[in-house]
Each structure stands twice: as structure tokens, then as C-alpha cells.
Antibody
Framework: EVQLAESGGGLVQPGGSLRLSCAASGFTFSAYEMTWVRQAPGKGLEWIAYIGGSSGSGIYYADSVQGRFTITRDDAHNSLFLQMQSLRADDTAIYYC?????????????????WGKGTTVAVSS | DIQMTQSPSSLSASVGDRVTITCRASRTIWNSLNWYQHKPGKAPRLLIYGASSVQTGVPSRFSGSGSGTDFTLTISGLQPEDFAIYYCQQTFNLPSLSFGGGTRVEI
């Protein structure tokens, strides 16, 4: 079964750091682009980071996390990571990892087809 | 960046109703538009990609239409399990994979 499972969430003080992990199973992880999406309390989904396949060719961030968060992957261990630094109260959210893929023939459409259940990050003193 | 605007932000409906949710992009995204369903405590679920292609396993009562800047998600014959929040997302502009603000479908 194709699955993603996030871990590493918790309570952290403002200015602190946290590293989230996403374990992939049931598919060839290295062949897929991956993303992180979050949902703050009472808010909608927000895409925050993208990493290409083939050991991370192409990395992009939302403006809200640029310079503070780092997305990486370990294809040998089928894992995706999100290193979060300089955390703020507005980073409080459920963080989801999602597989980013697309159609294999034209027209080419891209989408997030597999999602984890999320891990909760709370930033508070 | 491309901004995605959904309407309405919430709606009340009954089982069996036909429900329509709209999504507008701030500039053309051709057909690079996806729809997701999200229930509290669950993983978001892909419903529609490429504006109108139904993801494998999604019931046929879900359909999508539109192109350019204006898109629609239709649920024909609302079922109890369809009460959720629905999001559109553009994947035309990769450096930003922006979502709409969401539409809550409730009883």
C-alpha cells in the first residue's frame, strides 16, 4: 500500500527549531517529487516547500518560510525532511507531506496524489 | 504569484443536493487546476486534476470543469460522507503551488 507517515511534531518555543520527517512506503520514493503543506488552526491549506526527484533536483519554498525552513530527502531511506528554524507562533499548524506527480502523456497535469495524516507543530512559550 | 479565490467560503446543503463550488485564478492557468477534499483529522484527498479529470477511485458524482481562470467543482447528489472542506489548487506556476481558501460544505 502506498503510504506517507509524518513524525517529529511537538511543542517548541518561539525562535526554536524542529525537524519533521516523512516516511514513504509502497512506491519508488526516489522517482517522485515531494512537497510539504500545512494547515494552521482555522485556516486553509498552504503549500510551503517542494523538492524534485533524483536526489532533490529543484527546491522551492513559499515566501512565508523562505530562509527559515529547509526541505531535504534521503532516497536511500525513503524519507523526506523539513528542518524548521526561527519558528514563530504563526508556524503553528498541522504539517503534511504529499507526493507530487503528474500524468505520463500530454497534456501534462501535476497534482498531489498521496498525503500523510499530518504531524502537529505548536509554537508557544 | 498566482492567487486562487474560492466561493463561497461555506455553504449549507442537504443530502441529495447538487452543489457547485467555484475557483478563480488571478491569471490564466490553462487547465492546471486540482480539487481536494479535506475532513478534520484526515489526510486531504485528491478528487480532480487537470480541471476535469476524476482521480481513480473518486465517485462519479464529483466533476470538474473550466479552463483559463474560472473553474467549477460540482457534486451531483450530495452524500453524507461529502460534508467536508474543498480546496482548489493551481499547479501551473511551480515555484508556487497555491491553494484557494477553501469551501466548507455543511448540513
Amino acid at each position: 500500500e502506498v503510504q506517507l507517515a509524518e513524525s517529529g511534531g511537538g511543542l517548541v518555543q518561539p525562535g526554536g527549531s524542529l525537524r519533521l520527517s516523512c516516511a514513504a512506503s509502497g512506491f519508488t520514493f526516489s522517482a517522485y517529487e515531494m512537497t510539504w503543506v500545512r494547515q494552521a488552526p482555522g485556516k486553509g491549506l498552504e503549500w510551503i516547500a517542494y523538492i524534485g526527484g533524483s536526489s532533490g533536483s529543484g527546491i522551492y519554498y513559499a515566501d512565508s518560510v523562505q530562509g527559515r525552513f529547509t526541505i531535504t530527502r534521503d532516497d536511500a531511506h525513503n524519507s523526506l525532511f523539513l528542518q524548521m528554524q526561527s519558528l514563530r507562533a504563526d508556524d503553528t499548524a498541522i504539517y503534511y507531506c504529499a507526493r507530487y506527480t503528474g500524468t505520463f502523456s500530454p497534456p501534462y497535469y501535476y497534482y498531489m496524489d498521496v498525503w500523510g495524516k499530518g504531524t502537529t507543530v505548536a509554537v508557544s512559550s | 504569484d498566482i492567487q486562487m479565490t474560492q466561493s463561497p467560503s461555506s455553504l449549507s446543503a442537504s443530502v441529495g443536493d447538487r452543489v457547485t463550488i467555484t475557483c478563480r485564478a488571478s491569471r490564466t492557468i490553462w487547465n492546471s487546476l486540482n480539487w481536494y477534499q479535506h475532513k478534520p483529522g484526515k489526510a486531504p484527498r485528491l478528487l480532480i486534476y487537470g480541471a476535469s479529470s476524476v482521480q481513480t477511485g473518486v465517485p462519479s458524482r464529483f466533476s470538474g470543469s473550466g479552463s483559463g481562470t474560472d473553474f467549477t467543482l460540482t457534486i451531483s447528489g450530495l452524500q453524507p460522507e461529502d460534508f467536508a472542506i474543498y480546496y482548489c489548487q493551481q499547479t501551473f506556476n511551480l515555484p508556487s503551488l497555491s491553494f484557494g481558501g477553501g469551501t466548507r460544505v455543511e448540513i
